[in-house]
Every structure is written in structure tokens, then in C-alpha cells.
């Protein structure tokens, strides 16, 4: 397990490192890092709007970060690598538990493997529901239940790549997500929150995972906790932490969140939750082997929106290329590490569990980022293994894994 855990880290670096956390496929990474090759050798201005805005924070100490809180829900929130923090936020009902990954564009993967499983008939109801990045924006829908599995489709069948970015360079990012963050306006509604905020009070548990830049740390955030506080406030910062999860380092800017400690107020940056780690289901050390008790489930669902086997490219000798498919690499060896952790984990305090990925064998093409055409293809591929009942799998994937191909 220790080992496993470093390899996971050193993964982990390497993707932050790398500033493309959320981006699944070499392509888009290309794509991306392309434009923004031509940005900086164009050496553009910041548009107005981010010029007259003034970079300078609030400063704070590690004391201050320590206690910060969110006024008026003392469980907002808890640090992810901390077991102690962390029982703060467990559920009070029993049931298995579903995990969301990030993935970009592969999330409408886990949208369709949710609608398929609703078909089936076998779908169950989750004592808790985690998510991180694309898996954060899947968790609020897949918490509430198959009711809402019409809203994940359109998420992934309707939209494009303009209303996610519009390209444009801001203060502190190389693209602009005002439209990604509209559409969660959109989306997250009071009547939303209020759904929510009733299945928190049955003891269900909906945890969205963000980054602390400030603190370099895992920021689980109980969401059922902020829905229920009903009011202006807690909807906005409901909102801003999803669009947190989803903010890609360098590409999208990272969100602020206002807190208070010590007698003021000042602003954490929050930025991908998939910077510490691929998914979130429970501090590392809950699964450790110096943990002599149990952690808090029995059953464990995971839901990769990726491939886990590793995938054939060759690069051109250009820095977009050659970038893009080193990211691309990263991405898949700190997934792959997680989820041998996971295993090892789940193995040893025999928690039932079932991990689903895409297959490896999808090769339909994406022609960019949030390619519709390809969203939808790979939804339907998540329909019909969830209604098939052949999504989930029950024993880790043999390693090395056979790869595929990239080409188009």
C-alpha cells in the first residue's frame, strides 16, 4: 500500500505539473496546447475586463488556513486527506457508495453507464455519492437518483465546445469558462438544491473534491450540508465549488471562495479536483494497513471516465505533441495507480467492490474537445453496458493491459 501510494503521488505530480488534469485523450491535449502555443508567441494583451482587475489577495497564514470555516455551515467541509476531519462528514444511513472520476469529454461515459443501469432495473440508491471535476458536474444528478438521468444526457448529447470555453486569455488563464460557468447557473437551480438538501436530511451524503491551491491539500466539500442552508450565499458557492472541481490549471481560472478565520475574511483559490487524486472515496489512511478500523462502507461502486490501458501514438517532434502525449501518459499511470490502491484497499478490509471503466476497444474519433458526435457514441456505449449489467467488474485489471490505437 505505501508503495502504491508514492506511485500514485509521483503520478499525481506529474499531471499537476502538466496543468491538464481533466482533458482524457492526447488530442484534445494537442488541441489545447496548440492554441495556447499561439497565444504566447502572439504574446496577446489580457482583454480589458481582466486588465482593470487587480490580482492582489488578502494575505493570510497557515494558522488562518488552518481554521478558516464557511460562515454559518460548520460542515461545508473537510480536509480529503484527513480521517479525523473527514468522520465529520460520513452518512448516518447504510448503503454502497458511488464514486465519480474526472475525465473531460469521457464523462458522458459514466452519464450513459447511470442511464443504462436505470433500464436494468438494478440500479440502487447511494448512502453517499463523490465527484471530482467532470464527476462533480455527473455527482448532483446520479445522488438524486434515475429521475434525473435525462438531465445527464443533455449534459453530454446537447453541448459543445462553446459552452464550455470561449477562447479568450484572462488574468490567470489561457481560456475563458464563462460559459461553463452559465451553464451551471443554468443547471443548479433552488428547486435542485432543495431536492438535495431533502436526501442530506435523511443522512445521504453528496461530496464534491476540489483542490486548495493556498493549502497544496484535498477540500471534500458536503454539498447536502450547503444546499440546506437555503439561501442566496449558500446556492452561489454551491455553484462556484462545481465550477472549482471542473477548473482545469492554467486553462481555466482557478474560483475563489470567500472564508473566515481568526477574525477576517479572506479568499482560498480552489481549482480540478482530480489534482489529488483521479476519484475520492475516503481519506488513504481509512485503507491503510495501520487502520485497525473499519472504514465507513461496505460496498464501493467506481465509475472511471477513462480507459485504464494504456493507448498506441506517436507524437510529432513538436511542443504541442509531444506535451499533450506526455500529459496524456501521466493521466493514465496516476488513474491506474489509484485504482490499484483502491483494490489493495478494498481487498483488505473486504469492501465489495466494483470499479467501471471505458473499454478500451472504443475507438469512435473526437475531432476536439467536447465533440458532440463523439460524446454521444460514447454515452450510448455507457447505456448499453449499464442496462447489459456488463459495466462494473469485480477484479482488477491485469497489468500490463493490451493497448489500443489512436489513430484517426
Known amino acids: 500500500m505505501h508503495t502504491l501510494r508514492i506511485c500514485a503521488g509521483l503520478a499525481a505530480a506529474a499531471v499537476a505539473c502538466a496543468l491538464f488534469a481533466s482533458l482524457p485523450l492526447p488530442a484534445a491535449h494537442a488541441q489545447l496546447l496548440a492554441e495556447a502555443k499561439k497565444k504566447v508567441e502572439k504574446k496577446a494583451p489580457a482583454p480589458k475586463d481582466a486588465r482593470k482587475e487587480t490580482a492582489e489577495r488578502t494575505p493570510f497564514t497557515l494558522a488562518d488556513q488552518e481554521a478558516a470555516a464557511i460562515p454559518g455551515i460548520p460542515d461545508a467541509r473537510a480536509w480529503g486527506d484527513s480521517e479525523t476531519d473527514f468522520s465529520r462528514l460520513l452518512p448516518k444511513v447504510e448503503g454502497p457508495w458511488l464514486a465519480i472520476s474526472g475525465g473531460g469529454t469521457d464523462g458522458a461515459y459514466g452519464g450513459g453507464v447511470l442511464a443504462g443501469w436505470s433500464e436494468s432495473g438494478k440500479r440502487p440508491e447511494f448512502a453517499v455519492v463523490t465527484g471530482a471535476s467532470i464527476g462533480a458536474l455527473v455527482a448532483p444528478y446520479a445522488f438524486l437518483g434515475s429521475r434525473y438521468d435525462e438531465d445527464i444526457r443533455k449534459n453530454f448529447t446537447t453541448i459543445g465546445a462553446a459552452d464550455i470555453f470561449e477562447d479568450r486569455i484572462t488574468r490567470d488563464s489561457l481560456f475563458d469558462y464563462w460559459p461553463l460557468k452559465r451553464l451551471i447557473e443554468q443547471r443548479v437551480t433552488p428547486q435542485l ?118 493507448d498506441f501514438e506517436m507524437p510529432q517532434r513538436v511542443i504541442a505533441s509531444v506535451l499533450g502525449r506526455a500529459i496524456a501518459v501521466a493521466l493514465t499511470s496516476a488513474l491506474r495507480a489509484e485504482v490499484a490502491l483502491i483494490y489493495v484497499g478494498a481487498e483488505r478490509h473486504k469492501i465489495a467492490l466494483h470499479m467501471a471503466h471505458v473499454d478500451p476497444t472504443f475507438n469512435f474519433p473526437m475531432r476536439g474537445p467536447f465533440d458532440g458526435k463523439y460524446m454521444q457514441a460514447l454515452y450510448d456505449v455507457g447505456v448499453a453496458a449499464g442496462k447489459k449489467g456488463t459495466a462494473f467488474e469485480d477484479a482488477l485489471p491485469a497489468a500490463p493491459m493490451s493497448g489500443s490505437s489512436n489513430a484517426q
Not at 249 to 264: D, L
Open 193 to 310: 438544491l432543495s431536492a438535495i438538501a431533502a436526501e442530506h436530511a435523511r443522512g445521504r451524503r453528496l461530496l464534491v473534491a476540489t483542490t486548495n491551491y493556498d493549502a497544496g491539500r484535498r477540500v471534500v466539500w458536503n454539498m447536502g450540508a450547503i444546499a440546506a442552508k437555503a439561501d442566496a450565499n449558500s446556492i452561489k458557492l454551491f455553484r462556484d465549488i462545481l465550477l472549482a472541481s471542473s477548473a482545469i490549471p492554467g486553462i481555466f481560472s482557478p474560483v475563489g471562495i470567500k472564508v473566515e478565520a481568526n477574525g477576517k475574511q479572506f479568499e482560498e483559490l480552489h481549482g480540478d479536483g482530480t489534482l489529488t487524486a483521479p476519484f475520492f472515496v475516503v481519506p488513504e489512511s481509512m485503507l491503510s494497513p495501520g487502520n485497525s478500523s473499519p472504514p465507513p462502507l461496505r460496498e464501493l461502486y467506481v465509475i472511471v471516465n477513462s480507459r485504464l490501458a494504456p
